[in-house]
């Protein structure tokens, strides 16, 4: 009587992957720390690149890598959802009268604006050499 080996060696390297994925290992804090700097969308941080490098006297080697510095110090700093929640009190504020109240006067908003305020001015600190 001849065994086959194949399907016991398939049988085996299902186990050793079906084993394999189901076990997941604890992350680092600086692990975690990496998820949450880089859970910005590509294009925010994009957006936020260009808008930096034109307010800092247009493309330049240093302003591209110091502006991509930046964003990337101010998701240390602010999650995603707080970073866009900031962005859009600080952009709407302005908005005269009721309208705009809703965006200026609540202190969920004036706490976010003060966090991405200072957490713009810690990436400045950062990234930009005077």
């Known amino acids: 009587m001849k065994i086959h080996k194949t399907p016991l060696l398939i049988g085996l390297v299902v186990m050793i992957v079906l084993y394999g994925c189901t076990t997941t290992p604890q992350k680092t804090p600086e692990q975690a720390q990496a998820v949450k700097v880089n859970d910005y969308p590509t294009r925010d941080r994009v957006e936020y690149l260009l808008n930096c490098v034109a307010q800092h006297g247009g493309l330049t080697f240093i302003t591209q890598y110091a502006c991509g510095c930046k964003i990337d110090k101010i998701a240390e700093k602010l999650s995603f959802a707080e970073y866009e ?30 966090q991405l305020k200072e957490a713009e001015a810690y990436a400045e600190r950062s990234c930009f050499v005077k």
């Open 85 to 114: 929640a900031a962005r859009t009190f600080s952009m709407l504020r302005s908005t005269p009268g009721e309208a705009g109240g809703v965006f200026r006067d609540p202190k969920q908003s004036k706490d976010l604006r003060k």
